[in-house]
C-alpha cells in the first residue's frame, strides 16, 4: 500500500539559510498535518491542511509557511534557521480530519550547522 | 485543552515478561486515543486506536489498551515481550471533528532484557 512521501530524508544547512520539507500523502487523504519533534522530544504539532486551506495552526514559528498544492502535496518553508530547528520533522496525512487515524512519513531530519 | 501523561519515560523488560506502558489524559469531551511506536530513526507507526468504540482495543503485534474513563487511562499492555519490542512509544489524544491534531506525551522507552 502506498504511504506517505518526504522528501528530502535528510537536509542540513548552516544558520540563517533557508530550507524547504515536501509532504505526498497517501492517494484520496485530503488532510496534512505536519510535526516538530526534537531530540528526545515528543512530537509537536505544527500546522494543517484540509482541502488546500490551512485547518489548524500549533506552535509553528513565524519564520516558517507551509501550504497545500492542487494536487495535495504539502510543503513546509522555514526560513532564517536557527540552531533550534534541529529535529525531526513529521508529516502525516488523513483521509479524516475528524480525527480517526493519521499515518505518518518517515521523516525528514534537519541538521541546522 | 487536552493533554496526555506518559508514567516513566523508560521502562524495562525481560524477555517473555508483560509490558505495561501507562498513559493517562485530561479531556473535558470524550477524547481519540492512539499509541504509536517509534523505532530509531524512523517514523510513528499506529499501534491501537480507541474512538469511542470498545473500551477494550486489540492492535498489531499482540499489544492492547482499554479506555478506562473512570480512571482516565489508557494503558497499553503486552502479555509477554519480545525483543522486538524496544522502542519508544507515545500515547496521543486528539477530538473528534476539531481538526484532528495529535497531542503527544512524552514518550516511553521500552527496553527489553534478554
Known amino acids: 500500500a502506498a504511504g506517505v512521501i518526504q522528501s528530502p530524508r535528510h537536509l542540513i544547512k548552516e544558520k540563517r539559510e533557508t530550507a524547504t520539507l515536501k509532504c505526498y500523502p497517501i492517494?484520496?487523504?485530503?488532510?496534512v498535518y505536519w510535526y516538530q519533534q526534537g531530540p528526545g522530544q515528543d512530537p509537536q504539532f505544527l500546522i494543517s491542511?484540509?482541502?488546500?486551506?490551512?485547518?489548524d495552526k500549533g506552535s509553528i514559528p513565524d519564520r516558517f509557511s507551509a501550504q497545500q498544492f492542487s494536487d495535495y502535496h504539502s510543503e513546509l518553508n522555514m526560513s532564517s534557521l536557527e540552531l533550534g530547528d534541529s529535529a525531526l520533522y513529521f508529516c502525516?496525512?488523513?483521509?479524516?480530519?475528524?480525527?480517526?487515524?493519521?499515518?505518518f512519513g518517515p521523516g525528514t531530519r534537519l541538521t541546522v550547522l | 485543552a487536552q493533554s496526555v501523561t506518559q508514567l516513566g519515560s523508560h521502562v524495562s523488560v525481560s524477555e517473555g515478561a508483560l509490558v505495561l506502558l501507562r498513559c493517562n489524559y485530561s479531556?473535558?469531551?470524550?477524547?481519540?486515543l492512539f499509541w504509536y511506536v517509534q523505532y530509531p530513526n524512523q517514523g510513528l507507526q499506529l499501534l491501537l486506536k480507541?474512538?469511542?468504540?470498545?473500551?477494550l482495543v486489540k492492535g498489531i503485534n499482540g499489544f492492547e489498551a482499554e479506555f478506562k474513563k473512570s480512571e482516565t487511562s489508557f494503558h497499553l499492555t503486552k502479555p509477554s515481550a519480545h525483543m522486538s519490542d524496544a522502542a519508544e512509544y507515545f500515547c496521543?489524544?486528539?477530538?473528534?471533528?476539531?481538526?484532528?491534531?495529535?497531542?503527544f506525551g512524552q514518550g516511553t522507552e521500552l527496553s527489553v532484557k534478554p
Open positions: 502525516a496525512s488523513s483521509a479524516d480530519r475528524g480525527g480517526n487515524e493519521q499515518f
Open positions: 492517494p484520496r487523504h485530503d488532510t
Open positions: 491542511f484540509y482541502e488546500k486551506m490551512q485547518s
Open positions: 479531556s473535558s469531551v470524550p477524547p481519540y
Open positions: 480507541y474512538t469511542s468504540a470498545a473500551t
Open positions: 496521543a489524544v486528539t477530538i473528534y471533528n476539531q481538526g484532528g491534531k495529535l497531542i
